[in-house]
């Protein structure tokens, strides 16, 4: 047991240190992930959530709540569930510091992913309210990553992409990559402004 | 600001200079080996099998891990399986190359093949994720060292979305012990100069569905054999074979396993198949019972049966060993309820009712049906179970409809009822929609009443698109597939059969190449990309998912004794 807590303990502070040092060099020079703002066109369309309720697409995109998206499906290894843990890990910090984000996860796994397997997906990451995970039909779905520049023929092809809306001006902040939770949390912050 | 700035770096580089001698005191600390555990084989592979696939610890409670320096997840989310996959041959998904973690493939040095080099898209995009171009031999130290810290032994650090595990010594030690066990040696049924399989038929199975399966397998094993010696005389005459060539042909045979008499003595008869003559996996079968006892029988010996012909497949979110086209006859039922769901000017007192035959896949159909309702949170609806004497008796229906008023009806019967439907619609109020089954009506589907062809909606879970390609282009597109009426209750035996060994299965049967395990074939298949399929309108894959068609129609007829099919819902409600 005394070994386990050391090792935990020291496992947790190298991992801050390596935080630290990652943060700094990402500061300085190469980040690990690409950062673009774009404009994007959301198409009126409805999809469905964990909850199997009906959410119209745009209405999520609108108001002071800055919103996150992500593309990920319930069954992914690899990239999804990092993408994941980086939503759950930004939702508790915000939680914190009480401030507001919106989450929206988007199946492209439309067939698969029905409400149950979505509602189990964000059971299993721990997800606070305020992070909701939609389908709906693969029309509806290959409309949507179109509109966000996103479209892949195939989920077995897809990538690690954030976009983070500014309510601002209803700009995108596209983050290309796999983030460290302080470089997102960063990008969070530079676009509600602090 | 800027004169601050020296201020506050000074000690931030102190800090860094510190946790640098930190982390080195801290690396060597580690790099003495795991002790191995002192427990038995059985109890290693166990402990360690469950770390390795649920992320849960020999304690029971979750394995701790990082992402990205401070990305802090929980393994019971997503474990070492998820990405290096049960069989632990790693996997390709997004761009990211997970490597093999296996004590074969560890302790053994490693050379990035050029076929993963790095390639951009179209975009600019790396399609991989650049991965190390060769590694020496791992050791237990070392290997403890890159589960804790993500270096491998030249000290080179891995992609991000590899996590870092801070494992306690005994911990570590299952672990690895359990990697070195991991895939150690080819699964029963194959060697790398054969594979050989089997087929289940049971006995209340016609000889002319038999031969309907039979036909495209002994072809299949031909085919596979015929290549072979086609690849030895290219060998003979000089060529050189590239490293694909190299392991898609091996020879391959088929046994049939036949199963008679009572369910209950299946698995006896299959084990004693099995125990004689091993085989690496089941290509196909068919039955008109219940699959569960072959079901379960591959599950406990861990033995692939892909792609069986039934209606009854096992419907389980946990099962792993047997692939299966669609969920049968409770597919059908599922589609019911998804679009009664999303039916906007359905009210919610609408009082729906379940008549059900008495018989298997009657009560697939409606279990089917409740399942997902209740899935999306609607209250049980009113289900009746009658015989097929009953079903044919007007009066006995006529008094059930009298007495429940339904506004949807679902009949889940055979097509005995369909002569006294026009009469019982008659009866029910003008907003009354009634589903049934066209597996279950099978070819009188295509008889139902003209005059009631607008109340009657039909599942129908095959193809409608006529092209399989796009129209406008493509190998596929110049044949359109005509669907219609004379379709209803074919069960596309030899079809089916066809496309699921000439597409995926022959795909994961070549990807495995030299690694000739079962979980590994599964774990291709289940990577492999969405197909288009002549049956259905697409077969999707996924770790864990094993109902490959997803879809299933709600259709009414057109008029006229040979009947358009009117699709009425897409081909997978969400």
Known sequence: MRVTLKTIVLFLLLALVSATLSANSAHAANKSYKRTVEKYTIPDIVLVNQDGKKVRLQSLFTGDTPVIVDFIYGTCTTICPVLSAGFVNLQGKLAVTGQKVRLVSITIDPENDTPKIMKEYLKRYRAKPGWDFLTGSRTDIDSVMRAFNAYIPDKMSHYPLNMIRNPKDGSWVRLFGIMSSREFLEEYQSVVGK | ?574
């Open chain 2, 1 to 574: 600001m800027n004169l601050s700035y020296p201020t506050l770096k000074t000690p931030l580089l102190m800090i860094e200079l510190f946790t640098l001698l930190f982390f080195l005191s801290a690396t060597s600390l580690f790099a003495a080996a795991p002790p191995p555990p002192n427990l038995p084989q059985g109890e290693i592979m166990r402990l360690g099998e469950r770390m390795y696939r649920e992320g849960v610890l020999p304690s029971g409670a979750p394995m701790p891990a990082f992402i990205r320096g401070d990305v802090e997840v929980d393994s019971t989310a997503f474990s070492c399986s998820s990405c290096h996959l049960r069989a632990g041959l790693g996997s390709f998904e997004g761009g990211v190359i997970t490597p093999p973690t296996t004590g074969n493939k560890l302790y053994k040095p490693y050379i990035r093949p050029p076929s993963l080099g790095v390639i951009a898209d179209r975009d600019g995009r790396d399609v991989y994720a650049k991965t190390v171009l060769e590694r020496p031999p791992y050791n237990r130290e070392t290997l403890a060292t890159a589960l804790r810290f993500g270096t491998d032994p030249t000290g080179h650090s891995f992609n991000d979305v590899m996590p870092r595990y801070p494992l306690a010594d005994n911990d570590m030690s299952i672990l690895i012990n359990y990697l070195e066990l991991l895939s150690k040696e080819p699964s029963p049924g194959a060697s790398k100069d054969e594979f050989r399989f089997a087929t289940i038929i049971t006995d209340d199975v016609s000889q002319e569905d038999r031969q309907a399966l039979l036909r495209p397998l002994q072809q299949f094993i031909a085919q596979k054999n015929q290549q072979l010696g086609m690849y030895n005389d290219f060998i003979k005459f000089g060529y050189t074979p590239t490293a694909e060539m190299k392991y898609a042909f091996r020879r391959a045979s088929l046994d049939i396993w036949e199963l008679k008499g009572p369910p209950t003595t299946w698995q006896k008869q299959l084990a004693a198949y099995n125990n004689n003559k091993p085989v690496f996996a089941v290509l196909g079968g068919i039955s008109n019972s219940d699959w569960r006892p072959i079901h379960d029988f591959c599950e406990a010996e861990r033995l692939p049966c892909l792609f069986p012909i039934t209606d009854f497949p096992v419907i389980s979110e946990t099962g792993w060993y047997t692939y299966y086209f669609n969920k049968g006859f409770a597919q059908e039922g599922e589609a019911v309820a998804r679009y009664l769901n999303r039916m906007e000017n359905l009210s919610a007192d609408t009082p729906i009712i379940q008549i059900v035959q008495d018989s298997p896949a009657g009560r697939a159909l409606a279990a089917g049906f409740d399942k997902n309702w209740n899935e999306v949170g609607r209250p049980a609806v009113t289900t009746i179970t009658l015989t097929a004497s009953q079903l044919v008796d007007p009066a006995a229906l006529a008094k059930i409809l009298t007495k429940h008023k339904p506004g949807v009806l679902l009949f889940w019967t055979e097509a005995g009822l369909l002569q006294n439907l026009p009469a019982l619609i008659a009866r029910l109020p003008a907003t009354e929609m009634v589903f049934v089954s066209s597996s279950y009506l099978g070819r009188q589907t295509a008889n139902i009443a003209e005059n009631i062809r607008n109340k009657v909606f039909i599942t129908f879970p095959y193809r409608l698109n006529p092209y399989v390609g796009t129209k406008t282009g493509g190998f596929d597109a110049k044949i359109p597939i005509l669907t219609g009426a004379k379709d209803f209750g074919d069960r596309r035996i030899a079809s089916r059969t066809t496309a699921m060994l000439q597409q995926a299965t022959l795909q994961g049967l070549n990807m495995i190449y030299d690694n000739l395990y079962r979980d590994h074939l599964f774990d291709v298949m289940s990577m492999q990309m969405d197909l288009v399929m002549r049956d259905y309108e697409r077969f999707s894959f996924g770790p864990g998912q094993r109902y490959v068609s997803k879809g299933c129609y709600i259709i009414q007829l057109g008029p006229g004794e040979n009947p358009t099919l009117l699709p009425r819902s897409e081909w997978v409600v969400q």
